[in-house]
Every structure is written in C-alpha cells, then in structure tokens.
C-alpha cells in the first residue's frame, strides 16, 4: 500500500539558518496529491501547501516543496527559519483509489528552532 | 479560520469500558473523518462518514468502533468495549468537500485505557 517516510523525527536548528525537512513516498497511483500539515503545540494540523504537479514549487507562509515524482519526494524546505517555526511537520499523501480521499501521514517532524 | 472541536481533551477509562469522543465539525462540512495516532507514531486513517453513513473504513475500525452523527450534532466515535490497545490521540477532520484540500482538524483527544 500507499506509504510516506519522513527520516528525521527530531530537527533542531538554528534561528536564521535554513531548514529541509525530508519526506519520500511510495504510492502505485498516478492521481495523487501531496501535503505539507504544520502542528503547533495543542493545536490542531493546519496546511501549511499542497502539490499535485511534478517539478512546481509550491510556497507558502515562507516555506516551499517540490514534487520530484523521479526520487518520489516531497521536501520541505525554508531559506531563514524563526522561532514561530517550532512545531510538528507531517508529510502526507491523498490518493483516490475507491473515490473516498484519505490522507496517508507520515511519522512527523519536529522542528526546534533555538535562538 | 474554521474550528472543529474536540471534547474532551482527555480522557481516561478502564479497559472494557465503553467511551464516546465527541466532536463539533465546522458548521457548513458535510463530510467527516476519524484518525487515529499512537504515541510515537503516524496518524492513521479510521473512518470517513457522510449523509448519514460510513463512506470508507480502515482495518484499525474494529468492530467494537462506531460513528454517528445524529440530528446534525456532534460527530462521535463510540469504542465499546474498550482495550488497553484503544490507548491513543483520536483526531477528527471536517471538509466540505469530499477532498483532502479542504480538510480541517480538530485538536485530537488522548484516549487512556487502564
């Protein structure tokens, strides 16, 4: 089945400093989306992008991805993290085998970003 | 931006018991989600609801798991009896649409099966 990698469960760099936080899939569709959720302490997964196009970088709130279909990744990355970054990053896909869309999550990310 | 809501935060129960997780979606949704997520683990895919019924379900949604949404309420995922493998944060999600795009979480329930 469907599956996402995320390698690194704990990040910690620091403020000012570039960031890329790893995310690698496996699916057998075609038809597939992908997600970037950001997770503040007690709160609850936000999007943070999406992308269902092969080589369009996607950008939002500072952070961009990616999709590269030929490593099957999906990358995120921003160029000067703050302290607001702090948080749990989850790498997710969408496919639509049986028409009832689910999100296939990743373990997550912890991103520290230290002064 | 859209909430949806989670009650209770947390919860606590003894195993065999039976427990609700109630959740408010975003008011206009018209489909709704249940993931599960262990400790240390990815979130996990249980359930997906609309217009009154159980659209997809996952080999996590035991038979001892049920959703309903009566009257429009709270959306809730009744485990009964409960096991001590039950223990988790349980995250509910409104869209919409039927579409991951438009997918909105609720801040999840910790679950605590003695």
């Known amino acids: 089945g469907d599956s996402v990698t995320q390698t690194e469960g704990l990040v910690t760099v620091t403020e000012g400093l570039p960031v890329m936080l790893n995310c690698t899939y496996q699916t057998a569709y075609s038809d597939v989306a992908f997600f970037w959720y950001v997770q503040y302490l007690n709160e609850a997964p936000k999007l943070l992008l999406r992308?269902?196009?092969?080589?369009k970088r996607t950008e939002h709130q500072g952070f961009h991805a990616t999709l590269h279909k030929s490593s099957s990744s999906f990358h995120l990355q921003k160029s000067s993290v703050q302290l607001s970054d702090s948080a749990l990053y989850y790498c997710?896909?969408?496919?639509?085998?049986?028409?009832?869309?689910?999100?296939?999550f990743g373990s997550g990310t912890q991103l520290t970003v230290m002064p | 931006g859209p909430k949806v809501l989670q009650i209770p935060s947390h919860q606590i129960i003894d195993m065999g018991q039976m427990v609700t997780l109630n959740c408010d979606p975003v008011?206009?949704?018209?489909?709704f989600y249940w993931y599960k997520q262990i400790l240390g683990q990815q979130m996990e895919f249980l359930v997906n609801?609309?217009?009154?019924?159980?659209?997809?379900k996952s080999k996590l949604f035991k038979d001892q798991f049920s959703v309903e949404r009566p009257d429009g309420s709270y959306f809730t995922l009744k485990i009964q009896p409960t096991a001590l493998e039950d223990s988790a944060v349980y995250f509910c999600?409104?869209?919409?649409?039927?579409?991951?795009?438009?997918?909105?979480f609720g801040s999840g329930t910790r679950l605590t099966v003695l």
């Open positions: 609801f609309y217009n009154g019924k159980v659209m997809e």
């Open positions: 999600a409104s869209s919409f649409r039927e579409s991951a795009e438009t997918l909105y």
């Open positions: 997710a896909l969408s496919d639509d085998p049986s028409g009832s869309w689910q999100l296939i």
């Open positions: 008011s206009n949704h018209l489909y």
């Open positions: 992308s269902s196009t092969d080589n």
